[in-house]
Nanobody, 123 residues
Framework: QLQLVESGGGLVQPGGSLRLSCAASGFTLRTYAIGWFRQVPGKERILVSCTGTSVSNTLYADSVKGRFTISRDNAKNTVHLQMNSLKPEDTAVYYC????????????????WGQGTQVAVSS
């Protein structure tokens, strides 16, 4: 059974940091592109970052460039999203998703999804 599980969300003050993790079971993440999406109530689920199977295939939304870093830990079959300098507008449910080989822009293009983890940035 193919599963993704996110963890690491929580409440943090503006300017703080969180590290999200996406752990896979039933398949090898190394062969998939992994995207991080976020969603707030009433709005579209949007791509935050993605890491493909090629080093050059890494994407960041303009809103998070310079603040977020996506990385792989192949030994643990896990992908991380390091989030620094967090802003209130980063508040959302964050999801990881998998699609073979290369990154895509939209949520419907991904095949497997985690359950989501809540990130809240507030004073």
């Amino acid at each position: 059974q193919l599963q993704l599980v996110e963890s690491g969300g929580g409440l943090v003050q503006p300017g703080g940091s969180l590290r999200l993790s996406c752990a896979a079971s039933g398949f090898t993440l190394r062969t998939y592109a992994i995207g991080w999406f976020r969603q707030v109530p009433g709005k579209e689920r949007i791509l935050v970052s993605c890491t493909g199977t090629s080093v050059s295939n890494t994407l960041y939304a303009d809103s998070v460039k310079g603040r977020f870093t996506i990385s792989r830990d192949n030994a643990k079959n896990t992908v991380h999203l390091q989030m620094n300098s967090l802003k209130p507008e980063d508040t959302a449910v964050y999801y990881c998703a998998a699609v073979p080989k290369i990154c895509w822009q939209y949520s419907y293009q991904y095949d497997y999804w985690g359950q989501g983890t809540q990130v809240a940035v507030s004073s």
